[in-house]
C-alpha cells in the first residue's frame, strides 16, 4: 500500500472530506475510518437537538474510502470521480457526533472509466449502513 496522504487520491477537501486513514487495501478491498466531529457543518440543521449523520453522507462515506483504496492499492490513478448509481442502500443504525465509523469496501469492478463497488459503515460493530454504488470517471486520464 502506498504511503500518501488522503488528499494526494482524493480530490475532496474539507469541509466535505470524509476519510481520516486508510487501515488497508488491495485489489479486492479497503477498510477505512472517518470520526465525525462535533462541528460539522451539517450537523447544525440536521438536526440540532439531536444531530445525525445524513445518509446520503453515508454514502459519500463509503464511495470516498473505496475510492481512495483503489489509488492507495496502485490498482487505479486518482481522478475526478463522480456517483453514477446507487443501489441496495439500507440505514440500520444513526451515526452522530464523535462516532468512529469504520468503512469495508469491496471492489466488484474496477476499470480506467468506472469503480463499482459495495460497502458497509459500522460504528462500535453495529452495522449503521449498507450499499452498492457505481462511479465513473469525470476527467481524462493520464
Request: contains cysteine.
Amino acid at each position: 500500500m502506498k504511503d500518501l496522504a488522503i488528499t494526494d487520491v482524493l480530490l475532496h477537501r474539507p469541509p466535505f472530506l470524509f476519510v481520516d486513514k486508510i487501515e488497508e487495501a488491495d485489489e479486492k478491498h479497503t477498510v477505512g475510518r472517518y470520526t465525525y466531529k462535533e462541528d460539522e457543518f451539517f450537523f447544525k440543521g440536521h438536526f440540532p437537538e439531536h444531530p445525525v449523520v445524513p445518509g446520503v453522507l453515508l454514502i459519500e462515506l463509503m464511495a470516498q474510502v473505496g475510492g481512495a483504496g483503489c489509488a492507495y492499492a496502485d490498482i487505479m490513478k486518482p481522478g475526478l470521480f463522480v456517483l453514477a448509481t446507487v443501489e441496495k442502500v439500507k440505514f440500520k443504525k444513526q451515526v452522530r457526533p464523535l462516532d468512529t465509523c469504520i468503512v469495508n469496501v469491496e471492489n466488484v469492478r474496477v476499470s480506467t472509466k468506472l469503480i463499482r463497488q459495495k460497502g458497509t459503515v459500522t460504528v462500535d460493530n453495529e452495522l449503521a449502513a449498507t450499499a452498492t454504488w457505481l462511479c465513473v470517471r469525470v476527467d481524462s486520464e493520464e
